[in-house]
């Protein structure tokens, strides 16, 4: 019993470290200011690697997350030009946008990588569905044991037999007037 109950307090430890996790890594956009949300710029994809690249990457400037693939604001326009530079330095996809979720942290991927505590995002709702299957299990077999183990065409008597004397004489009662 008592490593059930060290069993339960560790695991609601974890998951609210894990559902703390969020608070700490968030980080503002270092260039953001009002005034990089206003102008419209022609986004201007050229090529596949650049496609690829800018709906792969949340625009920082306040949008409701939009990827730099569909954001026109001053902030995306600046920013595909910095990604656009790097691009023809030689740099990869993989490596801008290492740098970009450094620079940005990692809520400014499009899609989260698939390390380290990010598989919790996958493994936590997966978990919970199997323990939630195993305690139908645990609770449907209790049911069936508790349904073997009732005595059968026993009569019941007692409290239930005063209670429906009680009820049978108040309907009397209730029919004669």
């Known amino acids: 019993m008592k490593r059930r109950r060290l069993l339960v307090r560790a695991l609601v430890l974890a998951l609210g470290i894990l559902a703390a996790t969020p608070l700490f890594t968030l980080r503002e956009a270092s260039s953001q200011t009002a005034g990089d949300m206003e102008g419209s710029h022609p986004i201007g994809i050229e090529n596949e690697t650049q496609r690829k690249l800018f709906f792969s990457l949340i625009c920082m400037c306040g949008c ?94 007692g409290a239930t037999d005063e209670y429906d004397a009680k009820l049978d004489r108040e309907l009397r009662e209730l029919d004669r007037e």
């Open 64 to 157: 409701p997350r939009e990827t730099l693939g569909t954001c026109a604001c001053n902030f995306a326009h600046a920013r595909r030009e910095e990604l656009r530079a790097g691009l023809a330095g030689g740099k990869s996809i993989e490596v801008l946008q290492a740098e970009y979720a450094k620079r940005y942290g990692p809520q400014a991927l499009a899609v989260p990588p698939n390390v380290g505590a990010n598989v919790a995002l996958w493994a936590l709702p997966l978990g919970a569905i199997a323990l939630g299957a195993i305690g139908v299990v645990f609770a449907i077999r209790k049911w069936r044991r508790a349904a073997i183990e009732a005595p059968v065409g026993v009569p019941m008597t």
